[in-house]
């Protein structure tokens, strides 16, 4: 998936993340074709789960397969549809919070997002959201472009926020300088 997938270095990030906060439970928004979905499964120990959630069909298709082919079904659960729908009817299934969210889906949704990652969240839990310079894009304060509005309404968010310390970490990608939001639920 050119242009849209996390890139081999950035996966092996988040599965390190992962392992060092010891996750069980592991919520990702914004499945793509499951590959970030596949480096975070590959972070769980025996008997831990993830949710993994996606909104196009095709997408949601092909990393059914890639998940099938990575051994993974026992592990991960991939649901389709929007994730704002979704969401609460996690919040009424799953027992124990998250020990680390990944969100990487639509931008113009991520500061609702980001609320959702801290309500599904514990103190001490980890919370990453990928894409947030786009080449530095985010600096324009004129932009029209909606996802550039989107992260810089979740950039406006941070500062304010107080359930969670964040950081953001530049990164040289594959396809852009780009980077990830990295924070502990407080
Ligand atoms: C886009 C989305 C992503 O999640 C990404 O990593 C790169 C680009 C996009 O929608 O343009
Ligand atoms: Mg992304």
Same mark, same amino acid.
């Given at each position: 998936m050119p242009g849209a997938n996390i890139s081999p270095n950035q996966g092996k990030l988040l599965n390190i993340l992962a392992r060092a906060c010891s996750s069980k439970n592991i919520l990702e928004i +914004?499945? /793509?074709?499951g590959y970030s979905t596949i480096w975070l499964a590959r972070a769980?120990? @025996? +008997?831990g789960k993830l949710i993994t959630i996606e909104y196009e069909k095709i997408n949601y298709e092909i990393a059914l397969e890639n998940i099938r082919k990575a051994n993974l079904e026992e592990t991960i659960t991939i649901l389709h549809g929007k994730a704002l729908d979704i969401l609460p009817e996690i919040e009424k299934t799953q027992a124990d919070p998250f020990d680390f969210i990944f969100i990487d889906a639509d931008k113009p949704s991520y500061v609702d997002y980001l609320k959702w990652a801290i309500k599904l969240s514990r103190k001490g839990s980890l919370i990453v959201l990928d894409n947030v310079i786009r080449n530095a894009r985010? /600096?324009? @304060?004129? *932009? *029209?472009?909606p996802k550039v509005i989107g992260v810089q309404r979740l950039n406006d968010y941070l500062k304010e926020c107080q359930e969670v310390d964040f950081t953001i970490l530049q990164m040289v990608g594959e396809k852009e300088y780009d980077g990830m939001a990295i924070g502990i639920r407080k």
């Open positions: +914004g499945t /793509l074709v769980l120990p @025996e +008997g985010i /600096l324009d @304060e004129n *932009s *029209s472009v």
